[in-house]
T-cell receptor, first 112, second 115 residues
Framework: GDSVTQMEGPVTLSEEAFLTINCTYTATGYPSLFWYVQYPGEGLQLLLKATKADDKGSNKGFEATYRKETTSFHLEKGSVQVSDSAVYFCAPSDTGRRALTFGSGTRLQVQP | GAVVSQHPSRVICKSGTSVKIECRSLDFQATTMFWYRQFPKQSLMLMATSNEGSKATYEQGVEKDKFLINHASLTLSTLTVTSAHPEDSSFYIC???????????FGPGTRLLVL
């Protein structure tokens, strides 16, 4: 089945630092790729997505590019804020029933 | 749009009792709903997939007689944890997807504590 490998956290950064959270996946076919974010005490929210190779998803300053050749979907942000502190999950969606396979999650802590 | 609610948000029950968790799509028709379980500081594990009017499809290792799922309408799915035990204590999260939607929309989760 599908699987996802995310970099382990926590990732601790100072405000305005550059962020990269690595994500690689194995999947059958060509899945859609998603990043979800879970803020403290809240449910999961869709952050961004990409549905085909070379697509770039972007939202709230975050970006990720669907790299089929390296089966990766790394999340980046040029300048993080304290409000970005949360847990980030990478998740491919299988092409059949569209179930998501979640990575282990990466906790980001941004310090003022 | 695309709001999913769960009820209750938190429940504490005695061992041996059954607990029902509701998942509702408030502003769209959810042809497919997914149930996940999340342990503290861990990822979400898919438990089952349910399509409206059909029997749920359970993931390997998930007991279907233990976790009863009903998806009786296009806006409601229920998860019943039968004869709950302390090891069933967890955070249960549902998500819903409509016919024409690529994305899944997640409920806020239900925290279950079995004493």
């Amino acid at each position: 089945g599908d699987s996802v490998t995310q970099m382990e956290g926590p990732v601790t950064l100072s405000e305005e630092a550059f962020l990269t959270i690595n994500c690689t996946y194995t999947a059958t076919g060509y899945p859609s790729l998603f990043w979800y974010v879970q803020y403290p005490g809240e449910g999961l929210q869709l952050l961004l997505k990409a549905t085909k190779a070379d697509d770039k998803g972007s939202n709230k300053g975050f970006e990720a590019t669907y790299r089929k050749e390296t089966t990766s979907f790394h999340l980046e942000k040029g300048s993080v804020q304290v409000s970005d502190s949360a847990v980030y999950f990478c998740a491919p969606s299988d092409t059949g029933r569209r179930a998501l396979t979640f990575g282990s999650g990466t906790r980001l802590q941004v310090q003022p | 749009g695309a709001v999913v609610s769960q009820h209750p948000s938190r429940v504490i029950c005695k061992s041996g009792t059954s607990v029902k968790i509701e998942c509702r799509s408030l502003d769209f028709q959810a042809t497919t709903m997914f149930w996940y379980r999340q342990f503290p500081k861990q990822s979400l594990m898919l438990m089952a997939t349910s399509n409206e009017g059909s029997k749920a499809t359970y993931e390997q290792g998930v007991e279907k007689d233990k976790f009863l799922i009903n998806h009786a309408s296009l806006t409601l799915s229920t998860l019943t944890v039968t004869s709950a035990h302390p090891e069933d204590s967890s955070f249960y999260i549902c998500s819903a997807r409509g016919t024409a939607r690529e994305n899944q929309y997640f409920g806020p989760g239900t925290r279950l504590l079995v004493l």
